[in-house]
């Protein structure tokens, strides 16, 4: 057998060393000789200036297992820490907004809940065109712009925040901003799924999206602590801004220096449009705005939630330094979302779905009856439980997306290929996860709504309540009902 090593080596073209040596980045082409049991050649990897590389193939084994590897781990490392400080950024408005009294900033409920819910409508909103972008300017030239955008609104909150002067609309303004993190959840996860072969990718994107979703937990955590130290019993409220901007420039700067553009990366317009007339997509955004929606939503009024009906365990004092609870909430969530998909490819996405909706219909109700109590224990364990739900729920409903969309599409049933079938997907994931996004804002105004209404949450409460119910239902007989007649699998 001949095996043929080539890297370019353009005028102009310097590799990383990451890139240019050892046997996982050079890469290798093989042709099949007389006697040799090889029939197809592995594409030459070429490595050209800007960090792009040509000739990418992750579903041939030997360029996968040479070079394609080591390469797509790299970049999916240095996409999780983009994408973690996005979702940091986007969820940091609702842990800023319970500490603006203490601040002097004297905005009522209404306006509190309008800077909890703007991240999340301009977020969704991006997550549209975030998902082109990366067959437009390259993954790793997207996620260094993608990581420098956050600094506008990080440095924007911080400046705001230092004023009670601050006008309303100019904090709203710069909440809004906070939707650039938001968005990035949209082009990271576009940017891998181009990395990963078939059988590996689930894996990479259920690590990609849960290593994202932690960035809430983390921001709810981090941001008390940080804005108590050495602030002599006051908040020094800035530094919830200027305290990510050290990690944004460390994310841009990896990315510029450890990810890579793929040539092959196509944007995909046609089946964009396709997939959105295609009714299991609109069905699929309905059930991931119950799940997602109801995580990235609870995670944005949690801090607010325990302050109004628990007010002394807002801040949990811890020596010098400040404690919110809250962060336990979507962390939760964010660790139960990769079981929820593993429970999927075992006992089908549309029944760990149906049982997700169920268990958080229960959970609400029981949290209802049980507030008069004034037990904050239960209550944290109860929406404790409630953030568990809907990580598994998002599991579950991100799983069964490229199934339907394989065996029960309307493309599928009238005979498309496997790889036309599999376009669909891709893009109507795109298209759910934004949708799905518009659920952290209807949730906040929701509940915003209730209060202005009848000065409690409760009614808001009871709606979800029978959002899940009626969610359930559509999942039952969209899926579950249909699976069991139709012997249609683990849907």
């Known amino acids: ?71 797509a781990r790299r ?29 002097g900033f004297t905005f009522s409920t209404s306006e ?27 993954g790793r030239n997207w996620t260094i712009v993608s990581a420098l955008l956050l600094l506008i609104p990080s440095i924007g909150l911080a400046l705001c925040v230092s004023n009670p002067e601050t006008p309303f609309g100019v904090m709203l303004l710069v909440a809004a901003l906070a939707g650039f993190g938001g968005g990035n959840f949209a082009s990271s996860m576009a940017n ?40 002599a019993g006051t908040v020094n409220l800035p ?18 220096k450890y990810m890579n553009n793929l040539t092959s990366a196509k944007g995909d317009v ?25 995580f990235i939503g609870f995670a944005g009024v949690f801090p607010k939630l325990i302050k109004d009906y628990f007010p002394a365990f807002s801040s949990i004092g811890v020596g010098t330094v400040a404690l919110s609870l809250a962060f336990l909430g979507p962390l939760v969530g964010s660790l139960a979302r990769p079981y929820g998909g593993r429970m999927a490819d075992r006992m089908g996405g549309a029944r760990m779905t149906v049982a997700a909706f169920a268990s958080m219909a229960v959970i609400t109700l029981t949290m ?56 669909l997907a891709s893009s ?19 509940l915003n709504a209730s209060n202005t209404a009848s000065g409690s949450y409760t009614p808001a409460f009871y709606g979800f309540v029978g959002a899940y119910a009626v969610m359930l239902v559509v999942c039952w007989a969209c899926y579950l009902r249909k699976a069991n007649r139709n012997a249609m699998g683990h849907v």
């Open 1 to 71: 057998m001949t095996v043929d090593r080539t890297v370019d080596a353009a005028p102009g073209n310097s590799l990383d060393l990451d890139d240019a040596a050892g046997p996982a980045a050079v890469a290798t082409s093989a042709s099949a000789q007389p006697g040799s049991t090889r029939t197809t050649d592995t594409p030459v990897l070429e490595f050209r200036p800007g960090r792009w590389i040509a000739n990418w193939d992750a579903e041939n084994k030997e360029q996968w297992e040479t070079a394609g590897r080591s390469i």
């Open 75 to 103: 970049n999916l490392n240095w996409s999780i820490f983009a994408e973690f400080l996005g979702f940091v950024v986007w969820q940091l408005w609702s842990i800023v907004v319970v500490q603006l009294p203490a601040a």
């Open 112 to 138: 509190i809940f309008w800077l909890i819910s703007m991240p999340s409508l301009v977020g969704a909103t991006l997550r549209i065109p975030y998902t082109f972008m990366v067959p437009r300017f390259g």
């Open 192 to 231: 891998i799924t181009f990395f990963y072969p078939a059988r590996e990718k689930g894996w990479a994107l259920g690590l990609n999206a849960a290593g994202g979703n932690l960035g809430a937990a983390v921001a709810q955590l981090a941001v008390p602590i940080v804005i108590t130290l050495l602030a």
């Open 239 to 256: 530094m919830a801004g200027w305290m990510w901007v050290p990690f944004i420039l460390l994310a841009a700067f990896g990315a510029s």
């Open 270 to 294: 046609a089946g964009s449009v396709a997939a959105l007339k295609e009714p299991h997509l609109w069905v699929m955004a309905l059930l991931y705005i119950g799940t997602f929606g109801s």
């Open 368 to 423: 209802i009856w049980t507030l008069p109590l004034k037990n904050f224990w239960l209550f944290l364990v109860l929406f404790l439980m409630l953030f568990t739900a809907s990580g598994f729920g998002n599991g579950a409903t991100y799983r069964m997306i490229p199934v339907i969309f394989a065996t029960s599409s309307r493309a599928a049933r009238s005979g498309a290929s496997s790889q036309a079938t599999q376009r």
């Open 428 to 446: 109507a994931l795109g298209l759910i996860s934004a949708i799905g996004a518009y659920g952290g804002f209807v949730i906040p105004q929701v």
